[in-house]
């Protein structure tokens, strides 16, 4: 009787290739190696006070109290206070004068504060149409809308559809 063959496995091994059981260990030493680091960096805890002796509220030393400076200071804010209302009061007559266009005009504008000037609507109104003009300059030249009305008339057919740009119909060419 003839012993079996034995089979033998001659191709080369890939570079790279652990040895059986060699990643599982590497893995444990890893893990075994980071609880480590964290426990030596992880820093001291603040050691928790006894109970025995009750620290006492600590009391700052009250500030010292002086008169002159007290005084001091309120002359300072009231100085202040009038440095403001002086430099309001000029604002405010600064801009009476920019919007009455003159002391001849003042009384009139003080008579007519009341009404709302209609020249300012219709300044409001011209700004906005200039820039709707403006802004249509950069707007597409196409129009869709997915709209069903009356209007529009079912294109023939070979011919392509005409955009209009006003109503933003399609419609077929005539």
């Not at 079996?4 to 890893?30: H, T």
């Not at 006492?56 to 005084?71: S, T």
Request: aromatic residues 4%; contains cysteine; charged residues 20%.
């Amino acid at each position: 009787m003839t012993s079996p063959a034995v089979i033998q496995d001659k191709a080369p091994k890939p570079p790279g290739l652990l040895p059986k059981n060699v990643q599982s260990w590497l893995l444990i030493s890893l893990a075994v190696l980071m609880v480590l680091i964290m426990w030596l960096t992880g820093g001291k805890k603040p050691p928790v006070p006894t109970r025995a002796a009750p620290s006492a509220p600590a009391v700052q030393a009250p500030l010292e109290v002086n008169e002159a400076k007290i005084v001091d200071l309120q002359s300072r804010i009231q100085e202040l206070q009038r440095e403001q209302a002086v430099a309001q009061n000029a604002l405010a007559q600064q801009n009476r004068t920019l919007t009455s266009g003159g002391p001849d005009q003042q009384s009139v504008v003080q008579s007519s504060a009341g009404s709302n000037p209609p020249e300012r609507t219709e300044d409001s109104i011209q700004a906005e149409r200039k820039k709707r003009e403006y802004l249509s300059l950069f707007a597409s030249n196409v129009a869709l809308t997915y709209r069903k009305s009356s209007a529009t008339v079912a294109p023939h057919e070979g011919e392509p559809p005409v955009f209009r740009r006003s109503r933003g119909e399609c419609v077929a060419a005539r």
